[in-house]
T-cell receptor, first 111, second 111 residues
Framework: GQQVMQIPQYQHVQEGEDFTTYCNSSTTLSNIQWYKQRPGGHPVFLIQLVKSGEVKKQKRLTFQFGEAKKNSSLHNTATQTTDVGTYFCAGWATSGSRLTFGEGTQLTVNP | DAGVTQSPTHLIKTRGQHVTLRCSPISGHKSVSWYQQVLGQGPQFIFQYYEKEERGRGNFPDRFSARQFPNYSSELNVNALLLGDSALYLC??????????FGPGTRLTVL
């Protein structure tokens, strides 16, 4: 079955540093979505990418969708303490009917 | 507009018992999906319902079942509970295969 892998599992940065998380799918995706979950909370939608090679920016976040539509990345610049949480990618397979989540990257920030 | 609501918030059951979790989607959303999230992992897809029909099923045993009602609310039922069923159960509503709006979840503890 479809698998979505995310690295790194943990990311610890100093406030003001950048961080990047990577997502790889075992199958081609029709779209990829990114979510953020704060400690004790529920996943909150950040963005959706649909087109091959698509790049989207949202404040300090930059999202990319790979040319083969099997990988994606999230890059955050000048990380702030409010960015703390777990970032998940999730993909809809072209042939599937389920949204498959990665294991997430847990971000902690040292002020 | 109210977001996705779930009930109950917390639940404690013993092994072998049965549980019913409830979800009310955002008004206008016809798709409801259920996810299981074990601590430290990404949400695992259980079911998706669209217009009261099952559109997707994850790799969960037959002890898990769900249904969607004419008002688009949904129930998730789990029979013969096992210790490993302890998790946060998330419901998400959407217009289809796009942005998922998650509810706060039901924390199930099986003793």
């Amino acid at each position: 079955g479809q698998q979505v892998m995310q690295i790194p599992q943990y990311q610890h940065v100093q406030e003001g540093e950048d961080f990047t998380t990577y997502c790889n799918s075992s199958t081609t995706l029709s779209n990829i979505q990114w979510y953020k979950q704060r400690p004790g909370g529920h996943p909150v939608f950040l963005i959706q990418l649909v087109k091959s090679g698509e790049v989207k920016k949202q404040k300090r976040l930059t999202f990319q969708f790979g040319e083969a539509k099997k990988n994606s990345s999230l890059h955050n610049t000048a990380t702030q303490t409010t960015d703390v949480g777990t970032y998940f990618c999730a993909g809809w397979a072209t042939s599937g009917s389920r949204l498959t989540f990665g294991e997430g990257t847990q971000l902690t920030v040292n002020p | 507009d109210a977001g996705v609501t779930q009930s109950p918030t917390h639940l404690i059951k013993t092994r072998g018992q049965h549980v019913t979790l409830r979800c009310s989607p955002i008004s206008g959303h016809k798709s409801v999906s259920w996810y299981q999230q074990v601590l430290g992992q990404g949400p695992q897809f259980i079911f998706q319902y669209y217009e009261k029909e099952e559109r997707g099923r994850g790799n969960f045993p037959d002890r898990f079942s769900a249904r969607q009602f004419p008002n688009y609310s949904s129930e998730l039922n789990v029979n013969a509970l096992l210790l490993g069923d302890s998790a946060l159960y998330l419901c998400a509503s959407s217009f289809g295969w796009n942005e998922q709006f998650f509810g706060p979840g039901t924390r199930l503890t099986v003793l």
